[in-house]
């Protein structure tokens, strides 16, 4: 459930546009930053058109999640389908290992330690932010052992 106390199941549609397009222009001969750019960009007007299309019906319940179920359907059939961009089920091998500002990350031991550095730093930006943000209901659970569950939350749709 996210922040807004919806379920979605498209997401991973989202996350796979981010990476054929990060992989497509790194095969392209583009560096790592237009990638990565270039990626957001394409994910942020995707995303914008996607969440028009869930949220166009009720904007919650049950059409909500199917709307979002289907989306990432659709996005996962055409990625698995269209072989010229995405190599369907093969996938895209990127030809050369990523050397972000400019560090070269072909040695395994400094590959190791460039991920162990982007883990930590997730790790930190997770505590600072306060750890995972709790839902409406795991942080009304004291009052539902009380009986003081309110209504409206306790119907859907």
């Known amino acids: 459930m996210g922040?807004?106390?919806l379920v979605t199941l498209g997401h991973a549609g989202l996350l796979g546009i981010a990476a054929y397009t990060a992989a497509r222009l790194l095969n392209g001969g583009h560096g790592h930053t237009?990638?990565?750019t270039a990626a957001l960009a394409l994910t942020l007007a995707a995303a914008a058109l996607f969440a028009t299309l869930a949220l166009r019906g009720s904007g919650s319940g049950i059409?909500?999640?199917?709307i979002?179920?289907?989306?990432?359907?659709?996005?996962?059939?055409v990625a698995y389908r269209w072989i010229s961009i995405t190599n369907g089920d093969?996938?895209?091998?990127?030809s050369s290992r990523p050397s972000p500002l400019g560090l070269s990350l072909t040695a395994p031991a400094h590959f190791y330690w460039a991920t162990l550095v982007v883990f930590l730093g997730a790790l930190g930006s997770i505590a600072i932010a306060g750890g995972p943000r709790r839902s409406a209901r795991a942080s009304a659970a004291p009052a539902i052992s009380r009986?003081?569950?309110?209504?409206?939350?306790?119907?859907?749709g």
């Open 3 to 5: 922040y807004a106390g």
């Open 34 to 36: 237009a990638a990565v």
């Open 63 to 66: 059409g909500f999640v199917m």
């Open 68 to 77: 979002t179920l289907a989306i990432g359907q659709i996005v996962w059939g």
């Open 90 to 94: 093969n996938g895209i091998s990127v």
């Open 147 to 156: 009986g003081a569950w309110p209504r409206s939350a306790t119907t859907s």
